[in-house]
């Protein structure tokens, strides 16, 4: 069991920045995938962006070019550095950690873009 607490969420204007974080419960080897998807109300989650060390960073279309994601693997955490916020960014943020093929979530964090 792995469990996963992530913070950094909120109300930003357009065009502002925040940064998630997302910290495992337990020591995660820097193979498996970690990552951030969201869910805005009557939509689908969708991938923002997912790390794992030895391939490049993937991301969603909608964020590539304006979210960064990074790890600390000494500390098993995840980052999501957003910047360029959009209105259509806002939805709820989940962390993930993929091991030995399960698929561990956060609890979700509300980001909010608005003016």
């Known amino acids: 069991q792995v469990q996963l607490v992530e913070s950094g969420g909120g109300l930003v204007q357009p065009g502002g920045s925040l940064r998630l974080s997302c910290v495992a419960s337990?020591?995660?080897?820097?193979?498996?995938?970690m990552g951030w998807y969201r869910q805005a109300p009557g939509k689908q989650r969708e991938l923002v962006a997912k790390?794992?060390?030895?391939?490049?960073?993937t991301y969603g279309d909608s964020v590539q070019g304006r979210f960064t994601i990074s790890r600390d693997n000494a500390k098993s955490a995840v980052f999501l550095q957003m910047s360029s916020l959009k209105p259509e960014d806002t939805a709820v943020y989940y962390c993930y950690v993929l091991v030995e093929g399960d698929t561990y979530w956060g609890q979700g964090t509300q980001v909010t873009v608005s003016s």
């Open positions: 337990r020591r995660v080897h820097s193979s498996v995938s």
């Open positions: 790390i794992r060390s030895g391939r490049d960073p």
